[in-house]
């Protein structure tokens, strides 16, 4: 838990490090592994995996060490090594995943091992259909084509997302594609916009095979866990072509560096063209994280006006309008979408907002209270009982805010917001003593917030700033 709340890789290392001296587990080491690994820094992450000499153990965590140790092999640049141990690790403990990762890493160093190696794989499921269709498309394969589009097609349900099944059909039977693309719809917008422009992009003849190869590779690297490799290799296709927007889709999908010089931000300002609905949408996601909530409320309702049936565009807007502080123009959103589709976080949201536009208005905020108790009837969500349990308090019900607040917290414990509320609802009932405590919780959890979070806003440090103010004698 503390680890997992370090606000840097050195701290979480020294947490870690702590641990493990007096709980030693094999779960830490991979911790620590996986740390060294996201900083960067391959070689000390090998060096611990050598040094905990597990490598002939075939246990689940020996397992997870040692995909760790191909995964630092692999983003270090010793791909050799890599599908080295991958080939001793099926050499020891045979089994599926080890062949898929062994197969994927070979793709480039060594095709035609590769091919033969999937060849030889029994059972063969949807995993191993991609993986010789990726091939294909690498290599130019007609014959592998078809036979891992027959074994694709044959399987019938994958329990995979469809757009896998769009990147198989262009490959494997490119007339079946459109069918595939209708099927897309599920995986959200941005595939079906990317899926859209790729099948424009074959009916103009301006899509050659070898690069649906790599695509699927990079989308099959993502899925077995090589996720920095499945970003790369998503980033050089986009930069060979910067009128692909699947690779951008790739790169926004499960995006968490969204910094201005990381792979998301610098695949946008790549693509082409730089006003499709993908790259606004991505714009507006990088702009709210980077604190421009007013220029995130311009790209969502640019998005929401071109896509009126998609509820999730004025939905963002909405979230980017109060943020941008534009109170007024987010209710208006908030209230519009509850009576469309009753969704309860639309009622909780613009409770909320009431909250803040009229904190003295008894009539506003029984509107209000109303709205955030259908919302927490909808479900006992933490979110909704904090603005349950704080409409409450702004009306001089503390003794029913408490009820709400102290749910609230036990469900948002790192939440300053939810703290702070809980303080002043305890004062009112004349627990000095709890409310002290939760203000000085406020104050550390917001200010760890601010730290870590440059983009946490302003209402986090006014959170800050009012506890600070509410412990002063």
Not at 45 to 66: I, K, N, W
Not at 431 to 452: F, K, T, Y
Request: net charge negative.
């Amino acid at each position: 838990m503390l680890a997992a709340l370090a606000a840097t890789s050195d701290e979480r290392l020294a947490i870690l490090r702590q641990l493990a001296q007096t709980h030693p587990q094999a779960s830490l080491a991979g911790a620590e592994m996986g740390t060294l690994i996201g900083a960067g820094r391959f070689e000390d992450a090998l060096t611990l995996y050598r040094s905990l000499g597990s490598e002939g153990d075939d246990s689940a965590a020996s397992q997870t060490m040692a995909l760790l140790a191909t995964q630092a092999l692999f983003e270090s640049g010793d791909a050799e090594g890599a599908i080295d141990l991958c080939l001793r690790r099926m050499g020891q403990a045979p089994s599926p995943g080890w062949t898929r990762l062994a197969v994927l890493l070979m793709m480039d160093a060594r095709p035609r091992a590769a091919v033969e190696l999937l060849e030889r794989t029994e059972p063969a499921g949807p995993v191993e259909a991609l993986l010789g269709l990726a091939l294909a498309g690498l290599n130019g394969d007609e014959a592998l084509a078809r036979d891992a589009w027959a074994r694709w097609v044959g399987l019938g349900e994958t329990g995979l997302p469809p757009r896998y099944g769009l990147l198989a059909a262009l490959i494997g039977q490119p007339d079946q594609a459109a069918g595939a693309l209708a099927a897309c719809e599920g995986d959200g917008y941005p595939w079906l916009w990317a899926g859209e422009a790729l099948l424009e992009d074959q009916r103009q003849q301006r899509l050659e095979r070898a690069e649906l190869g790599r695509l699927l590779r990079a989308m099959l690297a993502g899925q077995m866990g090589l996720r920095s490799a499945g970003r790369d290799w998503a980033s050089e296709a986009l930069q060979a072509r910067p009128a692909c927007q699947w690779a951008l889709a790739m790169l926004y999908d499960g995006a968490t560096d969204l910094s201005a010089e990381g792979p998301l931000a610098r695949g946008v300002a790549q693509v082409e063209p730089a006003d499709g609905p993908l790259a606004q949408a991505v714009r507006a996601v990088l702009a709210q994280a980077h604190g421009a909530h007013a220029e995130a409320v311009e790209l969502y309702a640019a998005l929401a006006r071109r896509y009126p049936e998609q509820m999730a565009f004025r939905m963002a807007q909405a979230d980017a309008a109060e943020k941008a502080g534009q109170l007024e123009q987010a209710l208006g959103l908030y209230q519009a979408l509850w009576q469309q589709t009753a969704h309860p976080v639309t009622a909780n949201n613009a409770a909320y907002v009431l909250s803040q536009l009229y904190p003295h208005d008894p009539a506003r905020l029984a509107e209000a209270q109303e709205l955030a108790d259908k919302a927490c009837q909808a479900a006992r969500s933490p979110m909704f009982l904090d603005t349950a349990g704080w409409i409450a308090q702004l009306r001089g019900e503390s003794d029913q805010a408490r009820l709400y607040l102290r749910q609230a917290v036990r469900g948002l414990p790192q939440s300053p917001d939810v703290h702070y509320h809980l303080a002043l609802a305890e004062a009112a009932g004349g627990s000095e003593a709890v409310a002290a405590w939760h203000l000085q919780a406020a104050i550390d959890l917001g200010e760890r917030l601010l730290e870590s979070d440059p983009t946490a806003g302003e209402a986090t440090a006014e959170i800050v700033r009012l506890a600070r103010q509410a412990l002063q004698p």
